[in-house]
């Protein structure tokens, strides 16, 4: 079951449908939690106050950040995943880069799977390994690439 909630418009059906078909991508294994079973993802798009205000909440860092990702349940009963997207980063991120906002969505969107899955991006070598899985799967999916690190134009 997938749920979203957003504070902006968004087409709200096809993004859903997007996630789903992310799902059906995640690699078959590499993630701590070595899972792609999901009992539920709520996604909620967000403004940067109230990101802000998670950010502060769940990692005592008073900025807003493009995704967060909270991890519920265990692997035999299946995961239950609540990501929160910000719509304004997004906006800025796409706007410096040039590709619709649907897009940057889509990639905070995954990148918050790929961490609800085990994946880490803490380090260079964990963060490439990420981003090509995050490229796989935007690409599969017709979106292409679309990370790119600060201050890199693709």
């Not at 749920?3 to 968004?10: F, G, K, Y």
């Not at 087409?11 to 079973?37: F, K, N, T, Y």
């Not at 035999?76 to 609540?82: I, W």
Request: proline share 4%; with cysteine; charged share 25%.
């Amino acid at each position: 079951m997938i749920e979203l909630v957003s504070a902006v418009p968004i087409d709200e059906p096809a993004m859903i449908d997007l996630v789903s078909r992310m799902i059906e991508q995640l690699p078959p294994s590499g993630g701590a939690h070595g899972v792609q079973r999901f009992k539920s993802v709520s996604l909620r798009v967000v403004r940067d106050d109230e990101m802000r205000r998670l950010h502060r909440a769940y990692s005592s860092d008073d900025t807003t950040t493009d995704v967060l990702t909270f991890v519920h349940g265990n692997a035999e009963e299946g995961l239950e995943v609540d990501i929160a997207l910000c719509a304004d980063e997004a906006a800025r991120r796409s706007g410096e880069l040039g590709h619709p906002l649907a897009n940057e969505l889509a990639l905070y969107a995954v990148h918050g799977l790929l961490h609800a899955v085990g994946f880490h991006d803490q380090t260079a070598e964990e963060s490439q390994q990420m981003h090509a899985h995050e490229d796989r799967i935007l690409t599969a999916l017709g979106l292409g690439a679309v990370y790119a690190p600060r201050g890199e134009q693709q």
